[in-house]
Structure formats: structure tokens, C-alpha cells
């Protein structure tokens, strides 16, 4: 599924993150940046071990905040690092650092003058934030950030497998950006 967001594109697709052909693809990393399971450990195995060297001198990630790393065996040029929220329930706050996951990935890119992006579902997996609630963050934030920097082409978002897609399908079908 594809929207137009003035001359930039937002996409939604199944499939495999570390496959994408964008500039840059954001892992959903723990505060270490260290690997982990789920996004985190198959971008880190794709990467190779460069990957995790790059990482230990950064000295971690702030939870919604994002920092940037080479791509090295990925396709993608650029990994973008970002610690989503673990979910306790609706809070404004939680919400709030899932946003701001988001909106620190793509002001990451630019600054490398990146204009292609692949996201995963960022806090869905073990943070355990609710798909239908993660997704119109996710897009919302997207949408608003295209709007206000037409510079990124493309936000593409490869979702796992076909439930977590049609969660963000709906998601978009109710923003309605068009």
C-alpha cells in the first residue's frame, strides 16, 4: 500500500528489514544498542560484526531517542538506532517517547542526508506496545514529518508478517492522508 504525502511517498509492505534497498533502515534497538532479539538481533546478524564494534562506541541510546550507524553487509547505507518505550498501559508519555522514536529517526536521516527510510513496528515485539496504537503513532508521525520536510522521499514501513500489516493498513485507511 502506497499513499502520496505532498511529493514524498509512505509505504507499507511485508516483509524482511535488512532486504531493503532504502538508504538507511532504523532497528529497534535496547538502550545499549548491543543486539538483542527480534529487529534487533537479524539486523545485527545481517550487518555483520562491524556492526556491533561501531555500536560499543557509542555509548548506548536514550529511550525515543535515535543515532545513526554505518549499514555495512546490509543493502542500506545507514542503520538508524532507536529505543522505543516499553508499554505499561495508556500513558501520554509512553506515547509521547514512541513519537519521538520516530520523529529522531527521520531528523537522524537528514542530517545524512538520507531521503530513503525503512521502519520496522517499532515497540511491538517484546516492548509490548499494542499494534493497533503503535501503528497510527508510527503513521501520524510519519505523515506530519513528510509534510513539514519533502526532502525524504520515501518512509517505508516492512512489517513482519500479515497481521502486523493489516494493523497498519487500517491504521492508515483511518488517517487518511490523502
Known sequence: MKVKIGSSVLELVQGD????DTEAIVNAANR??????GVDG???RAAGPELL??????GGCD????VVTRGYKLKAKYVIHTVGPVYQGPNPNTERLLESAYRRSLEVALT???YSVAFPAISTGAYGYP??????????TAIVFLQAHPEIKLVRFVLFN?????????SLGRLNPA
Not at 528489514?17 to 531493503?20: A, E, G, L, V
Not at 545499549?32 to 532479539?37: I, K, N, Y
Not at 529511550?63 to 535515535?66: E, I
Not at 499494534?131 to 501520524?140: D, F, T
Open 17 to 20: 528489514i535488512t532486504q531493503q
Open 112 to 114: 545524512k542526508g538520507v
Open 63 to 66: 529511550t525515543g531517542d535515535a
Open 162 to 170: 500479515q497481521r502486523v500489516l493489516e494493523a497498519f493498513e487500517e
Open 53 to 58: 564494534a561501531e555500536c560499543r562506541n557509542l
Open 32 to 37: 545499549t544498542l548491543l543486539g538483542g532479539g
Open 42 to 44: 537479524a539486523i545485527h
Open 131 to 140: 499494534l493497533g496504537e503503535a501503528a497510527s503513532v508510527a503513521l501520524r
